[in-house]
């Protein structure tokens, strides 16, 4: 009886130690907020999500594999939060915000699956909205208007392999990604895909350079169509100290191989301002400009954010975009007739929960 007794004990004590060593994490947002919006001489009332952050589920994990090695995943599906359908595209449920498994160690981490981009990390840290809410006016950089000939810029990417460096230097961090083009899906770049980035963070200030490139075609057949397009980031962030006050700032271009495809810059400037330890003051305004052509953007967002804990915010937001030479792009997901060259306009209020 007592050496059933030890083994039992040993088995428990086994499965603690494993269980010590392994982690899986539920986490998730919930974000919605009621708006109403104009494009031209049309206005329109609606209740939507992600005005703040983007709603979400997840589930994240971890085991310790020994001598600095672990192995991690992480799947995270999308949510429109006010009817309970999928989000990109949608509506099924489905983990298409991010699928991936890798390896993390001394050296770094490896990942592969579906995941954000290196440039779209790069271009985050400097967007006080977030580069991919609803109201950041940076989302100008997903726009291919006088420019159709161009792929998108990709904010993720599936089959995707991507290595990211530890922090070294004081601040340093580097991530190169590579994806081979096997198939095309409606929410994504279609095409050989490669990517980089370069960090440095060290208070108080944030510097980040971004690199991705798409091939038309694929890996098993490079010779279909020869075109890529190719955008690059340089970001910025800077904490003021005795000040509570933070200042962004972004250049983007994007270009493509194709010969009469005209080059497109985008200038971002955003600032945030603590009104006490509770609130924070955002503003932010983004040009798209189209070399050669009268077509382009410009969008900005003024916004208010009030902490009730550490989980929950409440938020107003107020948007605008001029849309020039008779181009036609939305944001917010807000309907524009084509080549009307109507502005839009957007007031909105909302709240966020994370858990």
């Known amino acids: 009886m007592a050496l059933k007794t030890a083994a039992a004990a040993a088995l428990m004590m086994g499965a603690c130690l494993a269980h010590a060593q392994s982690t899986v994490?539920?986490?998730?947002?919930?974000?919605?907020?009621?708006?109403?919006?104009?494009?031209?001489?049309?206005?329109?009332?609606?209740?939507?999500?992600g005005g703040n952050a983007a709603s979400r589920l997840g589930f994240r994990g971890r085991e310790d594999l020994g001598g600095g090695l672990d192995a991690h995943f992480l799947l995270e599906s999308g949510i429109a939060a006010d009817t309970g359908v999928g989000t990109i595209p949608g509506p099924a449920y489905a983990?298409?915000?991010?699928?991936?498994?890798?390896?993390?160690?001394?050296?770094?981490?490896?990942?592969?699956?579906?995941?954000?981009?290196?440039?779209?990390?790069?271009?985050?840290?400097?967007?006080?909205?977030?580069?991919?809410?609803?109201?950041?006016?940076?989302?100008?950089?997903?726009?291919?208007?006088?420019?159709?000939?161009?792929?998108?810029?990709?904010?993720?990417?599936?089959?995707?392999?991507?290595?990211?460096?530890?922090?070294?230097?004081?601040?340093?961090?580097?991530?190169v990604a590579y994806a081979p083009g096997e198939v095309?899906?409606?929410?994504?770049?279609?095409?050989?895909?490669?990517?980089?980035?370069?960090?440095?963070?060290?208070?108080?200030?944030?510097?980040?350079?971004?690199?991705?490139?798409?091939?038309?075609?694929?890996?098993?057949?490079?010779?279909?169509?020869?075109?890529?397009?190719?955008?690059?980031?340089?970001?910025?962030?800077?904490?003021?100290?005795?000040?509570?006050?933070?200042?962004?700032?972004?250049y983007a271009t994007a270009g493509s191989s194709l010969a009469g495809v005209p080059r497109m810059h985008l200038y971002d400037l955003g600032a945030k301002y603590s009104l006490g330890a509770l609130t924070q003051l955002i503003f932010e305004v983004t040009q798209r400009k189209v070399q050669?052509?009268?077509?382009?953007?410009?969008?900005?967002?003024?916004?208010?954010?009030?902490?009730?804990?550490?989980?929950?915010?409440v938020y107003a937001r107020l948007l605008g975009l001029r849309n020039d030479g008779g181009s036609s792009v939305s944001v917010a997901d807000v309907a524009v007739r084509a080549d009307s060259g109507d502005s839009i306009s957007v007031i909105a209020a909302g709240i966020r929960h994370s858990f």
């Open 292 to 313: 050669s052509s009268e077509r382009g953007q410009v969008a900005w967002t003024l916004g208010l954010d009030h902490d009730l804990s550490k989980r929950t915010v």
């Open 25 to 49: 994490d539920v986490y998730g947002v919930m974000d919605l907020f009621v708006a109403h919006g104009s494009a031209g001489d049309t206005s329109w009332t609606r209740l939507s999500e």
């Open 184 to 250: 095309a899906t409606p929410f994504e770049h279609s095409g050989e895909f490669y990517g980089a980035s370069l960090s440095w963070v060290r208070k108080p200030y944030y510097v980040a350079y971004g690199f991705q490139r798409v091939r038309a075609g694929s890996a098993q057949a490079p010779e279909a169509s020869p075109a890529a397009t190719t955008y690059q980031s340089l970001s910025g962030a800077y904490t003021f100290g005795g000040l509570p006050l933070q200042i962004f700032a972004t």
């Open 95 to 175: 983990y298409t915000r991010q699928s991936f498994v890798g390896l993390g160690a001394p050296w770094g981490a490896v990942d592969l699956g579906r995941m954000y981009t290196p440039m779209f990390y790069s271009m985050f840290g400097a967007d006080p909205f977030g580069l991919n809410s609803v109201f950041s006016p940076m989302n100008l950089i997903a726009v291919n208007d006088a420019q159709t000939q161009m792929s998108r810029f990709a904010a993720r990417s599936s089959n995707m392999v991507r290595y990211r460096t530890p922090v070294v230097g004081g601040g340093f961090q580097g991530s």
